[in-house]
């Protein structure tokens, strides 16, 4: 199914978009936007939202902005009657905040895990009971969950992210199933994401010696921003982003005993730059960085990210490549036929 609900009518889309004010979020809200649609704008930070209303404005788009912290449900809830009360019903939510702490697991605080889980995991729970609440008296709507290879392999120094990501892909296998047994047109896909380059590795919380960054290779987030619009058009339960993330989650499923044998000979340092980290850096786990800075999509990668993954082109297209595979086969045994 391609585009759906009312703006099959003309209409713009309606979007809400979680963890809007910066990275993926952020760039995501240009890509919906560029094809004019309606989009709430949930975050923390004020800086951030109001840069991502300029940008969503500045492509074609009409924002409204509504900051909330998705580790509350009740602000969720609210910001979607907000939503709805500006543009009207809710074609398309978007559920992409996370937060992060960078550290050892026996460094990790009971208090740092909560929250982590609260807006990582639970932040998606609040944010598709909103939707779900709303679409399915409607029969319609799309749901698009934006994850994360390590929704299937776990790496080190990232316990609490990592868990929270195979939280919410246990979550979604259940809600599809439930979905599918009540014959409901409400659709629901995850996107496994690729190492992205959006400024997180700039504030998240970080007990490492040297800078983070994300293990290369490295996606620019409006590789991401397109994937999570074409999930959202398209009927596909799951979609993997880069070859990197096929590699891992194919791999975990093989050999799940190498990746731990791997990662704990290169996951340490594959997750550090070689420079000193900042001791005075902010970050963002319990208050938002962007209050009076806007970071925008990107983080400080920029020289070593791609804007294209074909991977992803393949997956998008197989249709067409199958059916092109088809023909040069059967051409092929046309001439075969003839040689004959």
Excluded at 23 to 29: E, S
Excluded at 102 to 115: G, I, Q
Excluded at 190 to 210: E, H
Excluded at 249 to 271: C, E, I
Aim: net charge positive; aromatic share 8%; hydrophobic share 40%.
């Amino acid at each position: 199914m391609n585009e759906q609900g009312r703006y099959r009518q003309g209409q713009p889309a309606v979007v809400v978009i979680t963890g809007a004010s910066a990275g993926v979020g952020r760039a995501t809200a240009q890509a919906f936007a560029k094809r004019g649609a309606h989009i709430g704008l949930l975050a923390r930070g004020a800086a951030g939202l109001e840069g991502g209303r300029r940008d969503v404005e500045a492509a074609g788009g009409k924002a409204l902005i509504v900051p909330i912290d998705v580790a509350d449900a009740d602000q969720v809830e609210a910001a979607a009657t907000q939503v709805e009360a500006a543009f009207g019903p809710i074609d398309i939510w978007v559920n992409n905040a996370m937060t992060s702490v960078f550290s050892p697991v026996k460094e990790m605080t009971p208090d740092e895990f909560k929250r982590v889980t609260e807006v990582t995991y639970l932040g998606y729970v609040y944010g598709t009971l909103a939707a779900l609440k709303r679409m399915l008296p409607r029969d319609q709507g799309s749901i698009v969950q934006v994850g994360s290879a390590l929704a299937y392999r776990g790496i080190p120094l990232q316990a609490a992210y990592c868990g929270a990501k195979h939280a919410i892909q246990g979550f979604c296998d259940s809600l599809r199933a439930e979905l599918l047994h009540d014959k409901s047109n409400v659709r629901l896909t995850m996107v496994q994401m690729p190492a992205l380059n959006t400024p997180q590795f700039g504030w998240v919380k970080s007990r490492l010696p040297q800078q983070a960054q994300p293990v290369p290779p490295i996606f620019q987030p409006e590789v991401a921003a397109e994937a999570v619009y074409w999930a959202a058009h398209h009927n596909r339960r799951e979609i993997y982003v880069g070859r990197s993330t096929v590699i891992a989650v194919v791999g975990n499923k093989l050999a799940p005993g190498l990746g731990d044998w791997y990662l704990a000979r290169t996951g340490f340092q594959g997750q550090q730059t070689g420079e000193p980290r900042d001791p005075d850096q902010p970050f963002n786990l319990w208050e938002p960085v962007d209050t009076d800075r806007d970071y925008g999509a990107h983080g400080s990668f920029d020289s070593r990210a791609t804007t294209w993954s074909p991977q992803f082109w393949a997956t998008t297209h197989r249709k067409w490549i199958l059916a092109v595979g088809a023909g040069i086969a059967g051409l092929g045994a046309v001439l075969i036929g003839r040689k004959a």
